[in-house]
């Protein structure tokens, strides 16, 4: 339950937002720069700020507990219901209908605590039905023989009252369920779940206790995982533990009850659901391939975004770099950058994309490489957004 004196400093993602200098205490400004140095921006009280402390939001949306009784909110700019439409593509979630409800998400809080009410309902169902379980091959040293003996072990051992065996359980303490729990004790310590959701949570956390263990998970564990017609609805519930594991930052702090971090990287996110979007929508001519590594020399490499191929040749058409900022001039740096990844892979379309309708767009050619700015935004119903997104790519 919330302290009664608990307070919230709440900022909205690149927005500034200044206060009194009585508002910020010394112990408060030490927090915000060890905790949150990366999520925002923080200028001391001088004339530049009208002697007040100005807080500057970067690309992150999110809730970050300083301690007890102080955290710090980070409010999407974008609207809570495009935020959701962004996971399902960014997460593979879009067959899921979870989607029921959404109207009344209205905050951060609100959004998390409806991803983490329906993981946990959903883990409990499967809890009823029965965790998965598979053969994991285990070796112990037994008073009794099960599977098979290590001859050799008993050779050089003879006078071990034990016999080393080798040996298959059948058991549901394995990676697939450890996925599950682990997540269950990340959203426990959040700090961003109301009552309600944390009975739920506990719940789901209760029901598999004992027959798995509490392993480190991270969200590339919920990735390339093998399902069959046993656990097919598994895959579901990993992409939705990757959400949670991909936007908890670890605690390096010590205690049982410390609250973690909920932080979302809105250019990563962004990132996500572009190519996402695109792999669900291209034509069959092109196939998309996301964060592909262009080597240059030694230690030397690009990481691309997106490129767009042709599928009969598999020859680059179109190389896509997001760029989640709203600029009034577009950066000489992100031209450059665009045009260098086109260089270097022979592309001849090079492309930056934005969440907001710029001022000014761009539409030049440098050398071969035609070079541009196109819009998928954020601001509007997403499947409309994209078909306006779609024609300005292969206009």
Known sequence: MTPANFQIIEITEYESKCFERDEISQEVEILLHEKCKNQVDLDSPSYKTRYQWKLTAKGWVGYIPLNSN????INPKVPIKNLFGMLEYAYNLKSFNFLQGLMNCESVEDFYNHLAYILAEKIIE???KGLYRSYIPKTEKLTYVRGRLNVQQIIKNPWSTKLQCDYEEHTADM?????????LFHIGHSGCCSDSVSLIVRKAYHAMQGMVSLQLCTSKDCLE????RLNNDYYTLHQFCRFFLDNTSPSHEKGKNTSLPFLVNMARLYEMFVAEWLKENLPENLTPKSQERINIGKNIYFQTDLILYNTTDFTPKYILDTKYKNPDNISKNDIAQVVAYAVSKNCPEAVLVYPTELNHSLDKSIGEIRVRSVTFS????????????FKQLFS
């Not at 995982?225 to 069959?228: D, G, K, Q, V």
């Not at 954020?378 to 997104?389: I, P, S």
């Open 70 to 73: 102080l955290a710090l909110k």
């Open 225 to 228: 995982r093998n399902y069959n």
């Open 175 to 183: 990676i697939d369920n450890q996925i599950l729990f682990w997540t």
């Open 378 to 389: 954020l601001n509007k119903n997403l499947e409309d957004a994209g078909k306006e997104f």
């Open 126 to 128: 499967r809890c009823r």
